[in-house]
């Protein structure tokens, strides 16, 4: 028998596993003589990137659709889509710290990857090494309901093949933790990896 709290892992991939140049929009945005936030404002505004992470367009659609915004701005087609694939080229960097801590948990107990992401994840993960870093991985774009609706983690515990109640998930936006929670599931807010390491302590030294 075993006394630990929880039976599954779900865990988010950006901001906790996987982490982005924070440097690089505003390098850009100076470079193509845009103004300070344009270029996030226009990728990342709610009507742009909602339908993006529910699979209701591709990544390459969202990225055209982000460069046709930003056209007149750079001053011409051309500039506005050298400008997104710049901002494009790379699959972001891996936390090995983090890495090393569910590659241990997973000897455990699954590991399930919840992540709104674009129908791109496939290719970036494989870019990244990470197509086997978990047991199952549910991408928004794929399943086409992203955080915080619940039925994301619904469909992650079923995958995990354990009842929400025996699972950990961990997100460092506190909204998606909050969701969580209200699902019955035990939820963190990712903030540090000391925490992150003594919350996952009971499966990892064991």
């Known amino acids: 028998m075993t006394d630990r709290r929880f039976d599954a892992l779900l865990c988010d991939l950006d901001g906790v596993l996987r982490h982005w140049d924070t440097t690089s929009p505003p390098r850009l945005e100076r ?9 996030t404002s226009a990728a990342f505004r709610p009507d742009r990137l909602v339908p993006a992470v529910t699979g209701q367009v591709t990544d390459e659609e969202w990225r055209a659709a982000v460069a046709a915004d930003l056209a007149p701005a750079c001053g011409t087609p051309e500039r506005a889509r050298a400008l997104v694939e710049a901002w494009s080229d790379t699959p972001g960097s891996v936390d090995p710290v983090v890495l090393a801590m569910l590659t241990e948990v997973r000897r455990r107990v699954p590991v399930v990857l919840v ?7 496939e290719s970036d993960l494989a870019a990244l090494g990470l197509t086997e870093v978990a047991d199952a991985i549910v991408n928004s774009a794929r399943v086409r309901v992203a955080k915080p609706d619940p039925e994301i983690f619904r469909i992650a515990a079923e995958r995990a093949g354990v009842p929400t109640g025996r699972c950990l998930f961990v997100d460092d936006t506190e909204g998606h933790v909050t969701a969580a929670r209200e699902l019955g599931m035990t939820a963190v807010w990712h903030r540090d990896n000391a925490e992150l390491r003594r919350v996952l302590r009971p499966l990892i030294d064991v």
């Open 31 to 39: 470079a193509y003589g845009l103004p300070a936030g344009a270029l």
């Open 115 to 121: 992540t709104n992401a674009t129908t791109r994840l």
